[in-house]
């Protein structure tokens, strides 16, 4: 509204100062280089306009010109991202569907276009799972691992697969480390819980309890400081 209002006023004032110079006629000579102009004023304000008109319409090109480069690689990126979270809602909805064949073809997909999203290693994840290669799902884990971004995710899948092989061992190591990384992850901290009472070591036992509970009561304090209750 505000723009709509300026251009008003501007086209309002152009209009009054063409008028103004209508009634007030006069001639301009220009002497340049043995060349002799002789106009009038009217004439010589629309030349004007008219030249400046050309030089911002030139301007503008010559900026497009020169962004051009950064324009497209923006369009192509935009363009990649767009497929990729296509790919990567088709891909995990044929893994809920159970289509094996659909979610190996989306996963290629989304590692093709954008390997390093966090969404992607999850659906290459449990494509892998759903089409029974533990390999695959474990390599596609622990590059979950890795990345801050993604560790506890990652290391939630490893301690999955540890515990399907039956390997009890990595297992536990992979909830100690998700603990370590996160206290307040309950199925870390209830399998950290369970591995140290089988095997009899109570003392680590009630300190992952402890743990557990100074997490806990961290986080309902900062809940109630983000939403403090009314007296």
């Known amino acids: 509204m505000i723009r709509v209002v300026f251009f008003l006023i501007v086209v309002g004032a152009l209009s009054l100062a063409m008028a103004w110079i209508a ?7 220009i002497t340049w280089q043995g060349l002799r102009i002789e106009t009038s004023v009217l004439v010589l304000g629309a030349a004007i306009l008219v030249l400046v008109a ?7 090109l010559l900026r497009a010109v020169w962004r051009s480069p950064t324009l497209f690689a923006n369009l192509r990126r935009n363009r990649r991202g ?6 990567i809602s088709n891909g995990l909805v044929a893994v809920g569907s159970g289509d094996i064949a659909a979610a190996r073809r989306h996963a290629a997909e989304v590692n ?18 759903l089409s029974g290669d533990p390999h695959a799902a474990d390599r596609a884990f622990r590059n979950m691992a890795s990345r801050p971004n993604t560790k506890t995710l990652g290391l939630h899948g490893l301690y999955v697969e540890a515990r399907r092989r039956d390997d009890h061992t990595s ?10 990384t ?3 992850l309950t199925w870390a901290g209830r399998a950290v819980l369970e591995f140290r009472c ?9 300190a992952a309890v402890d743990r557990f509970v100074e997490s806990a009561l961290g986080a309902l304090e900062q809940l109630q400081r983000a939403l403090p209750i009314a007296a």
């Open 112 to 129: 093709r276009i954008a390997p390093d999203e966090p969404l992607a290693l999850l659906l290459a994840a449990q494509a892998a799972q």
């Open 54 to 60: 050309l030089l911002l319409a030139l301007w503008s």
């Open 82 to 87: 767009v497929r990729a979270y296509a790919a």
């Open 171 to 180: 297992a536990r190591a992979y909830a100690e480390e998700a603990v370590r």
């Open 182 to 184: 996160a206290p307040a």
């Open 23 to 29: 009634d007030r006629p006069g001639d301009v000579l």
């Open 198 to 206: 089988a095997t009899g070591d109570w003392a680590g036992a009630l």
